[in-house]
């Protein structure tokens, strides 16, 4: 019997070749079943070869003559579909390696793809990663910015559009692992206004980063930069209704910080790698006016080269990020 694998799990046999068995089990040929079922025996010929789908309503008909159940010749249809399709979307794939090739070789050190052994020159993992079905699906969703309610920009504007997708759409990933309830905006302004004065005293008190063992990298794994100072500003947004990540950028993409609404949150999603506490806390006041002053609608990138369509909201942001700098007792 000619098996195939669609993957390390499952073993997918045509649904022709059961119908043979089955048939040798009977003491059957092609003729008997094509004239027990009622069809032609070009019909049956073609099912055994697998030339021809099998429909629920020849399964129906196999499950009088054979007495196995149609479902069990739907799903063997269903899996061997499956399979030949996984093997032209591979193959159509193979033609696209260079896609793969433009992303930081990071993303894989620092395991955000998930690569099985054979998987190496496969795109699956990283098409999995973006959540998108292929590399001209992930073009249009952050290059062209199909998606205008989610992005005021495309990404096509910055120096390296693999590098900051892939560091926003990790920002997406830990969110969805750490569910939070929606909010609504001016409410969310509201407890914002009030534990302002909590944030700027918890700035004040943190002002300098601690000493580090070894040196901080690109290449370091996430957990082992976030400190006291990082989780204590996430425990008071939270309280607040806002999600505050840091994610480690690239350095082809140093972008310090985004503002947007993921999933009817409000996400201020940093970088872990700042050199100083001062340049940290000057990012994220940053990007909480926008949370506070602007609008669901729109993703705010900060310190990458783009042009922004909304200036007057950067000019802002930035006179608020130095409001509170100078409140908190930094010199700006």
């Not at 079922?37 to 099998?54: E, F, S």
Request: glycine share 4%.
């Amino acid at each position: 019997m000619q098996v195939y694998r669609c993957d390390e799990l499952a073993v997918v046999t045509p649904p022709g070749r059961h119908l043979a068995e089955k048939l040798e089990e009977m003491g059957l040929d092609a003729n008997d079943l094509a004239a027990r079922m009622g069809y032609t025996p070009k019909a049956v010929n073609d099912i055994l070869q697998g030339n021809c789908r099998i429909t629920p309503d020849v399964a129906i008909a196999l499950e009088m003559v054979t007495e196995i159940p149609a479902s069990f010749w739907l799903r063997s249809q269903i899996a061997y579909d499956e399979f030949l399709s996984r093997e032209r979307i591979k193959a159509s794939l193979t033609d696209q390696s260079l896609w793969k090739k433009s992303f930081p070789d990071e993303v894989n050190v620092r395991e955000w793809v998930q690569e099985k052994k054979d998987e190496s020159k496969s795109l699956m993992p990283l098409l999995k990663f973006f959540a998108v079905a292929s590399p001209k699906a992930w073009d249009g969703y952050y290059k062209n910015a199909r998606l205008k309610v989610a992005f005021s920009i495309s990404l096509a504007e910055v120096k390296d559009p693999y590098a900051t997708s892939a560091w926003i759409r990790r920002g997406e990933i830990l969110s969805d692992r750490d569910p939070m309830e929606k909010q609504e905006q001016i409410p969310v302004r509201k407890r914002l206004k009030a534990a302002l004065p909590e944030i700027i005293a918890f700035a004040a008190a943190n002002k300098t980063l601690p000493k580090r063992e070894k040196k901080i990298t690109y290449w370091t794994p996430e957990p082992e930069v976030v400190d006291d100072c990082m989780t204590g500003l996430q425990e008071i947004c939270r309280k607040i209704g806002i999600r505050v990540l840091f994610v480690q950028n690239f350095k082809s993409a140093p972008v310090y910080g985004m503002y947007r609404w993921y999933k009817d949150v409000p996400l201020i999603q940093l970088h872990d790698r700042f050199k100083k506490r001062e340049t940290m806390w000057y990012t994220f006041f940053h990007e909480l006016a926008h949370v506070l002053y602007h609008g669901k609608k729109g993703i705010c990138l900060q310190n990458i080269e783009i042009t922004h369509n909304y200036p007057e909201k950067e000019d802002e942001a930035n006179c608020f990020a130095q409001k509170c700098m100078m409140d908190a007792g930094f010199k700006v």
